[in-house]
């Protein structure tokens, strides 16, 4: 059986599957939405200079928005900022953490003071190292925890503090993973996310009547040089779902704005799966899949010995 590709969607070389689209594909890949589509709103997308980040500041931006981007590096949103120059994309900069929850109120009043207005808050922001459950310290687990659903706590509340103080209606989209089953080798990042997801839902019933809608997205495994870091015995279950290859940076940026735009008018409270339908089967293994796992293994009894035929 020939070996199914991982190419992500438009690469134009298959040599690195874990490359994502470089910056000049992003400012000219096609784009499903009309133009100007969100020309002169505001949109902030937080940890906005990674693969995911960068995708989604172009396509917004090639729509027209005005890009507020954070993050922790300053030459990486630098980076993104003369990029965007480059295609005439009006940026804000901001060098922060939003695990801090004071540097994510002041970046919610600056926004204000400078535009005038926030439309759209993505939760971008994010990060994870896979381990053994057992060796995770303290502070690795404090640092995914903060990061992944703290930090989107308070980008989120924040917004949603001023956009009802102003009396405007607001949009959140919030990055996440698949729920509802183990993510073996990341439990810090499964519980964070899962915290999130159910942020989305609650906050998307208790803001409705303040015209605020909350969605989250589960994002599968999307070909970007991040997956070099996980090891080797990671690698086979990276394409496991039904389309058997790896999704694009590019599909994300989409979904975001499929959720934002107009065509998610009658959307909140939703999780959006891209993820080439590993939501409803594969497997993801971040440390390699134990030989326990495996289905040809010989299956034992209740007390750990071979059960009896009937």
């Known amino acids: 059986m020939a070996e199914r590709s991982t190419e992500p969607p438009g690469s134009e070389s298959s040599a690195d599957p874990y490359r994502s689209h470089t910056f000049e594909q992003l400012s000219r890949l096609p784009i499903a939405y009309r133009d100007g589509l ?34 922790r590096t300053a ?55 896979s381990s053994p459950a057992i060796d995770i310290t303290p502070k690795g687990w404090h640092a995914v925890v903060e ?14 503090r001023r956009w009802v103080a102003e009396g405007r209606s607001g949009n959140i989209v919030n990055i996440s993973t698949i729920q509802g089953r183990a993510s073996v080798g990341i439990p810090h990042t499964a519980a964070a996310r899962a915290g999130g997801v159910a942020l989305t839902r609650s906050l998307a019933v208790e803001w409705a009547p303040y015209g605020i809608r909350v969605n989250s997205i589960a994002v599968g495994v999307i070909a970007s040089e991040g997956l070099r870091h996980y090891p080797p015995e990671a ?16 599909d994300v940026a989409q979904g975001a704005a499929y ?15 891209i993820t080439g339908g590993e939501h409803v089967w594969g497997e993801y293994w971040p440390l390699g899949k134990p030989d326990y796992f495996e289905l040809d293994r010989e299956p034992s009894g209740p007390s750990g010995g071979v059960e009896g035929g009937r």
Not at 39 to 65: D, K, S
Not at 149 to 160: E, H
Not at 236 to 249: C, E, K, T, Y
Request: proline share 2%; with cysteine.
């Open 38 to 71: 969100f020309e002169g709103q505001v949109v902030l997308i937080t940890g906005g200079g990674g693969a995911i980040g960068t995708a989604m500041a172009t396509l917004f931006g090639r729509l027209g928005a005005t890009i507020v981007a954070c993050g």
């Open 75 to 129: 030459a990486t949103l630098d980076v993104l900022a003369s990029r965007l120059d480059g295609i005439g994309v009006e940026t804000h900069l901001r060098v922060m953490t939003v695990r801090d929850p004071d540097q994510v109120a002041d970046l919610i009043d600056e926004i204000w003071d400078r535009h005038g207005r926030l439309d759209l808050a993505i939760n971008n922001a994010g990060g994870q190292f």
């Open 259 to 273: 959720l934002a735009g107009p065509t998610g008018a009658f959307i909140t409270g939703t999780h959006l799966e």
């Open 147 to 160: 990061t992944n659903l703290y930090g989107t706590w308070y980008v989120m509340q924040a917004a949603a």
């Open 235 to 250: 690698r086979a279950s990276f394409g496991h779902n039904p389309m058997r290859r790896l999704g694009d940076v590019w």
